[in-house]
């Protein structure tokens, strides 16, 4: 394996991408960000061999070192970055992204659960897999952390679709046993053993990972969070995911339904359900002694601002909780989240941060897109930048996708400036490739919405 400086020869057989190249080796942090932290080549080479980056480099550096017959695609006016990554999605979702008029728990029963119970059927989550997939690298999404459904058909078509991709996901079989519709609603004893059974099948083939999934304690009996915790506690390398504090009438229903446990927090502490590996969706309306535990047991956050905003649910304090220690990730949420676009999310999440008095630099936000996240969800060892050993997942982003961000680009442009106009005027029209592995998933000029098409026929 050739290092990102090295000069050496390559075997016969890599290929190369040649461009201007972002990747990050650390958090910028919020404020003004830390030079150290990125690597940004201005005529950058990628070079892949069996899936994986053999160099990132200067192109000078490294073209001499490549053997005659090497393919070496140039994309001078475009810039070549890791792929997003997405730490809370809802596959079965879809169909229900921009539904008028409810707040949280409105939304779920008039929208989400019915929808839902459509995924009893293998064939139907079988497609709606596919669909998914397409769409997420149609936005330039290459990994995530997703929800399923509580079907245990659902979780197996979406892992079966993610390992024929060689995509790296983490889902799983969502627990619901109580306030939940028929149809949704499972039993404890039967949600633990159809997960150990994903577990067994699923988790480490390939490139796919497991997540222990209570959708919220709401529609989780105490037993069936028990058996949540046990299932974190055995099943090493797992994640889990739920959600949290999201909505003020959700926090009062808990409250409610918990009265023993001091917050709702500890309902998901007192069941073991915190930790490094556990990511807590929205997490909006806490307390500094929340992020202070979050902090203590390693608990990550996922911010999702364009679902926060678009059901009303609040404004999340990204400076608090970094300030308090705790790893943020970002996510779409959809379908309470508006664009399956990371480039959107980042857009609003701006806002949400500047609505708070605060700032969100486009370093950082591209930074918690790829690196962050994949730090997140335990997956930088594998995937979140461009290093040498890495799975060559990554997408090349055109920087003047529509007219307005052709006016506003220019050859001087510097890089703040670029990735601003990616983040706040950018969308999927903007994903020109997405690279799985080293092979082209998606490709906006020759494919012309495939993705999309296969949406509405489907």
Known sequence: MTDSNST??????????????????????????????????????????????????????????????????????????????????????????????????????TYTYPTES??????????????????????????????????????????????????????????????????????????????????????????????????????SSVQQLSYAGQLLADCPGALMQTHWAENHAEIAWIRELFPERKDYLDVYDHFGLLGDHSVLAHGIHISDENRQRLAQTGTRIAFCPTSNTFLGSGLFDLRSAVDAGVQVGLASDV??????????????AYKVCQLRGQSLNPLK?????????????????????????????FLVLDRAAGPIMKLKGTPDSDLSAVLFDLMILGDDRAIRRTYIAGQCRYDRDTVEGAALNACVSG
């Not at 690597?39 to 080479?45: A, R, S, T, V």
């Not at 004893?189 to 994903?198: F, G, K, P, V």
């Open 8 to 109: 050496a020869g390559f075997a016969v057989g890599c290929t190369a991408f040649r461009g201007p190249l972002l990747h990050f080796l650390g958090d910028p942090g919020l404020g003004q960000p830390n030079p150290a932290s990125y690597e940004y080549l201005q005529d950058g080479l990628l070079v892949v061999a069996d899936g994986r980056v053999l160099a990132t480099g200067a192109a000078e550096q490294l073209i001499p070192a490549l053997p005659a017959s090497t393919s070496v695609e140039h994309w001078p006016n475009s810039l070549i970055v890791p792929g997003f990554i997405d730490t809370h999605v809802h596959m079965p979702q879809l169909r229900v992204m921009a539904s008028y008029g409810t707040q949280l728990l409105e939304w779920l029963e």
């Open 118 to 219: 459509r995924f009893a059927d293998p064939d139907w989550s079988a497609s709606q897999s596919q669909i998914f997939l397409n769409l997420l690298l149609a936005h330039g999404t290459t990994s995530g952390l997703v929800f399923a459904t509580s079907h245990q058909v659902c979780a197996d078509a979406l892992f079966a679709a993610a390992d024929h991709y060689n995509m790296a996901l983490t889902t799983g079989k969502v627990m619901m046993d109580t306030h939940a519709p028929d149809g949704l609603r499972d039993t404890a004893e039967a949600s633990y053993r159809e997960s150990r059974e994903l577990i067994d099948r699923w988790h480490g083939k390939g490139r796919q990972r497991y997540a222990i999934t209570p959708r919220f304690a709401a529609t």
């Open 335 to 348: 379908g309470g989240g508006t664009s399956l676009s990371m480039l959107v999310t980042m857009a609003e």
């Open 365 to 393: 936000a591209f930074y918690m897109a790829t690196l962050g996240n994949a730090e997140v969800l335990h997956q930088a060892d594998q995937t979140g930048n461009l290093q040498a050993g890495k799975y060559a997942d």
